[in-house]
């Protein structure tokens, strides 16, 4: 069974830096794109950065400069290294990976950016 459970996130000011980790289990993920997404109240869920099978990434233009995301294949995790936090980055993030024509999500980690 596929699970991703993120940690990481907590209540921060704005300038400081978090840093999310995704520990995925149930397959090995490493031939797999994962991404981070994240939903702020009343708004959609958008993706925040992706990272390929080969580390190739791909970033929102909100967090580009800001966020760096990486993977260890060995541990099955995927990181989110958030800097320079802003208040408008205050929502749940969430890890995915597609795996064929299923979308799996974790529960989601709440970061909160105070100005």
């Known amino acids: 069974q596929v699970q991703l459970l993120e940690s990481g996130g907590g209540l921060v000011q704005a300038g400081d830096s978090l840093r999310l980790s995704c520990a995925a289990s149930?397959?090995?993920?490493?031939?797999?794109?994962m991404g981070w997404f994240r939903q702020a109240p009343g708004k959609q869920r958008e993706l925040v950065a992706a990272?390929?099978?080969?580390?190739?990434?791909n970033y929102a233009d909100s967090v580009k400069g800001r966020f760096t995301i990486s993977r260890d294949n060995a541990k099955n995790t995927v990181y989110l290294q958030m800097n320079s936090l802003k208040p408008e980055d205050t929502a749940v993030y969430y890890c995915n990976v597609l795996l064929g024509s299923r979308n799996y999500w974790g529960q989601g980690t709440q970061v909160t950016v105070s100005s």
């Open positions: 990272i390929g099978s080969a580390s190739s990434t």
């Open positions: 149930g397959r090995t993920f490493s031939s797999y794109v």
